[in-house]
T-cell receptor
Framework: DQQVKQNSPSLSVQEGRISILNCDYT??????FLWYKKYPAEGPTFLIS?????DKNEDGRFTVFLNKSAKHLSLHIVPSQPGDSAVYFC??????????FGGGTRLMVKP | DTGVSQNPRHKITKRGQNVTFRCDPI?????LYWYRQTLGQGPEFLTY????????KSRLLSDRFSAERPKGSFSTLEIQRTEQGDSAMYLC???????????FGSGTRLTVV
């Protein structure tokens, strides 16, 4: 059973526009959510996180929104830049400090 | 600080052979995690150490897998009698504070032929 899902395997956006990456989860016990970015041949890099007691967290061009009632979170990148092209994973923290990852969304930002 | 270091970067082995991977975490991080990632999937949790104690093990970690962190610093992950289904990227991560997110290494890509 996939407890964290990213339903869009890929997303293509024009440079300067907004990128919106979505993530859904099923386990209401998750208390912390994170987004990671991954380039080929590298490990995932932590991007931004949000506690379950908040509904928004912003860091520069990156904003994460959490809708607990819908069990949905999203990552907004604005303005998108070509260097943002990568695979983005959402992750949720559950019991035992382990993270459960979604399957990833490949973002392509076109110049 | 050079971050989380994993060796080797790539490993090709014949089915049935044993392999061992090494992870050197960020020196002050007391938590160390192993994840496995297959093509098109997100990383899947395997096991977790706090200092030298192995606190969590996923059901994905069959009896052929064993992980150690003998002195609470580096960790090794051994796979015995490798199978083709073990082919994956094995990722190590460390953290000091779980709320801050993990720092991942670049991974060890295992190919079992």
């Amino acid at each position: 059973d996939q407890q964290v899902k990213q339903n869009s395997p890929s997303l293509s956006v024009q440079e300067g526009r907004i990128s919106i990456l979505n993530c859904d989860y099923t386990n209401s016990m998750f208390d912390y959510f994170l987004w990671y970015k991954k380039y080929p041949a590298e490990g995932p890099t932590f991007l931004i996180s949000i506690s379950s007691i908040k509904d928004k967290n912003e860091d520069g061009r990156f904003t994460v929104f959490l809708n607990k009632s819908a069990k949905h979170l999203s990552l907004h990148i604005v303005p998108s830049q070509p260097g943002d092209s990568a695979v983005y994973f959402c992750a949720a923290r559950g019991a035992g400090n382990m993270l459960t990852f979604g399957g990833g969304t490949r973002l392509m930002v076109k110049p | 600080d050079t971050g989380v270091s994993q060796n080797p970067r790539h490993k090709i082995t014949k089915r049935g052979q044993n392999v061992t991977f090494r992870c050197d975490p960020i020196s002050e991080h007391n938590r160390l995690y192993w994840y496995r990632q297959t093509l098109g999937q997100g990383p899947e949790f395997l096991t977790y150490f706090q200092n030298e104690a192995q606190l969590e093990k996923s059901r994905l970690l069959s009896d052929r897998f064993s992980a150690e962190r003998p002195k609470g610093s580096f960790s090794t992950l051994e796979i015995q009698r490798t199978e083709q289904g073990d082919s994956a990227m094995y990722l190590c991560a460390s953290s000091l504070d779980p709320l801050g997110g993990y720092t991942f290494g670049s991974g060890t890509r295992l190919t079992v032929v």
